[in-house]
């Protein structure tokens, strides 16, 4: 089993910066079968979509529009990921999810582990 838990949304004006971060605990070894770790908007009224992710390697990933905007990163040490959100936008207003793909001998398929959420509101 994995838990996640989201923190450090909030109210922002337009410009601004927020640290989201994700906190990931479980049981004694299992850091080692995530895979990746991804973090999801969903925008009011609107599906989940996919903002960043960054890969047990460390690979990451980023959606069009957050690129040069947005940064994944992780604190191995305190199991913590973490999203860096600049110049942030009215549009960038949504519920903000911490996903977790980890994968289980002897399949190897991807079992999904998600946070509560935290909210981010950018006001014009």
């Not at 989201?6 to 640290?19: D, F, N, T, Y």
């Not at 994968?103 to 079992?111: L, Q, V």
Request: aromatic share 12%.
């Amino acid at each position: 089993q994995v838990q996640l838990v989201e923190s450090g949304g909030g109210l922002v004006q337009a410009g601004g910066s927020l640290r989201l971060s994700c906190a990931v605990s479980g049981s004694s070894g299992i850091f080692h079968n995530i895979y990746a770790i991804t973090w999801y908007f969903r925008a009011p009224g609107e599906e989940r979509e996919l903002v960043a992710s960054i890969h047990s390697a460390g690979a990451t990933k980023y959606a069009d529009p957050v690129k040069g905007r947005f940064t994944i990163s992780r604190d191995n040490a305190d199991n913590t990921v973490f999203l860096e959100m600049n110049s942030l936008k009215p549009e960038d207003t949504g519920v903000y999810y911490c996903h977790a793909d980890v994968r289980f001998p002897p399949r190897w398929e991807t079992t999904n582990y998600w946070g509560q959420g935290t909210q981010v509101t950018v006001s014009s």
